[in-house]
């Protein structure tokens, strides 16, 4: 992974300056017939981005002067730091420093981050690889504050993690495979981890998960990765709850193979909340936290869940499962009845759940919806248009509940076909009774072609607005 880093001189090869206007080229340490060249091409083409190549260096010089708000000011920052991550690779350079000249500090920050997004790479499989040339980022010692620079590092670290988990196939990654890696990762920064096998499992009555588990050769797993410092300025924990179906081929209500394709991403909520728990541990964030990752695959056998079962649910509940591919909601709601014994602050959960959010609002946002947690749902919008994973809320009027109701038991798994996300944001909500927010993230989870800094496959979706948010707390107390 690319690391970002401060150094006290300028003596690396590649160097890109941001300014905020043409002025400031005479800045940079051009030659005077450099300086009329880039001057002249600015004038004449209008070009915002101007490359010139000395034998032993080069300066990528562009220009962010934009009057736009903030936050889409720094989404332009990270896309051009993607760009300038490709043209790096492209003529195989190791190392690049960044200078900001005129410009708000910030767009460093914006441009390092695009880079150490873009360049991430899923080749362990590739036995003839030839990965991306850049290791390292560099700013002038005392052009960024230490703590920023540390945390950014964390949370690309963890957000190409969560990459990494979700682009591992089912064959690598079967649900007892996730639980050892993450417990592990999180153990290694000074977390706790705990893994429930399946017997615990059976003797804790988790009978959505043992229902969706019911057609896999392979054991399902509940992980429950903690951390607490001494310091956390929250008396009551946050959880995070992830779906983590390792691949979902839809059980007897058999997947038709175009859908089927991506499903080994349908644990990107596992990695969503692992990953985050992983990064607040390393950057030592003073908040309690907590994630809970219920995982197994959905897979056909002489064994497995049909239409019409009824079963009942680790709170007690009773459910008629009228479809085998609604599973994520099975799973979640044994994970979301356990989370009430934390008294949580919050509970959010994160799950690739239903292709009707997909459908509703494409791969440009996220679906959430929320219960009892206003206020905390703002300031989680907020963070989302800061940090680019905006959300979208959706309502949870009670008639939509109407739709989950069960002739033969207390609900079912499914709701018709209308508002899909949101009878599947019904069924979760049944099980929770504290400060809850639910992230649909079925469309922004995975991406089939690249995307600026977010590469195709998988996105990492919300470890970066977790992380944002969580040091948000930990700062306003
Ligand atoms: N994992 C899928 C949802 C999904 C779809 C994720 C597309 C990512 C991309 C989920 O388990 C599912 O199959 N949902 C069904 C629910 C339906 C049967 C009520 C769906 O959305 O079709
Ligand atoms: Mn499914
Ligand atoms: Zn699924």
């Known amino acids: ?128 690889a030839k990965p991306n040339t850049l290791k390292t980022i560099y700013f002038l010692e005392g052009t960024a504050c230490d703590d920023c620079v540390d945390k950014l590092n964390v949370t690309v670290e963890a957000t190409l993690m969560a990459r990494d988990l979700v682009n591992e196939p089912v064959n690598h990654l079967n649900a007892e495979r996730l639980a050892e890696f993450i417990s592990e990762k999180v153990r290694s920064v000074g977390g706790d981890a705990e893994v429930f096998n399946k017997k615990k499992i059976e003797s804790l009555k988790m009978g959505g998960l043992l229902a969706v588990n019911a057609g896999s050769p392979d054991e399902p797993t509940f992980t429950i990765l903690e951390w607490k410092p001494e310091n956390a300025v929250n008396e009551k924990p946050i959880v995070l709850v992830g779906k983590g179906i390792v691949f979902d081929t839809g059980g007897y209500n058999l997947k038709p193979s175009s859908s089927m394709n991506d499903m080994k991403d349908d644990m990107s909520g596992a990695a969503t909340v692992a990953c985050t728990v992983y990064a607040a541990a390393k950057a030592k964030l003073p908040v309690h936290v907590i994630a809970l990752v219920p995982a197994t695959d959905n897979r056909i056998d002489g064994n497995a869940h049909v239409t019409g079962d009824i079963i009942t649910m680790y709170d007690g509940t009773t459910v008629e499962v009228l479809n085998t591919d609604a599973e994520g909601r099975l799973i979640l709601a044994d994970a979301l009845a356990y989370a009430k014994k934390y008294d949580p602050m919050m509970v959010f959960d994160f799950a690739t759940l239903t292709g009707a959010a997909a459908y509703a609002i494409g791969p440009v946002a996220t679906v959430a919806m929320e ?107």
């Not at 300066?59 to 896309?79: A, L, P, Q, V």
């Not at 919008?381 to 989950?404: D, S």
């Open 371 to 477: 219960h009892d947690a206003e206020d905390i749902y703002k300031q989680l919008e907020e963070t989302g248009e800061r940090v680019y994973e905006r959300l979208v809320k959706f309502p949870m009027y009670e008639e939509y509940g109407e739709l989950i109701k069960s002739d033969l038991a207390d609900i079912k798994n499914v709701g018709g076909k209308y508002g899909g996300a949101i009878t599947a944001g019904k069924f979760l909500e049944h099980f929770t009774d504290y400060p809850w927010v639910h992230f649909d993230i079925a469309g922004t989870a995975y991406i089939e072609t690249a995307d600026h800094y977010k590469t195709a496959g998988g996105v990492g979706i919300h470890v970066r607005l977790l992380m944002r948010f969580l040091r948000d707390m930990a700062t306003k107390d």
């Open 1 to 128: 992974m690319t690391t970002l880093k401060f150094r006290n001189d300028d003596k690396v090869s590649a160097k890109v300056f941001i300014l905020n206007t043409i002025e400031n080229i005479d800045n940079i340490g051009l030659s005077t017939d450099e300086s009329c060249y880039a001057k002249k091409i600015y004038d004449d083409d209008k070009r915002k981005t101007i490359v010139i190549n000395r034998y032993t260096e080069c300066y990528h010089i562009f220009f962010i002067d934009g009057d736009e708000s903030e936050n889409i000011f720094m989404e332009r920052c990270r896309k051009k730091g993607a760009s300038i991550c490709k043209w790096l690779n492209d003529n195989k350079y190791e190392d690049v420093l960044i200078q900001n000249i005129g410009g708000k500090r910030c767009v460093k920050m914006g441009c390092a981050e695009g880079m150490m997004l873009a360049n991430y790479e899923f080749n362990k499989y590739k036995t003839d």
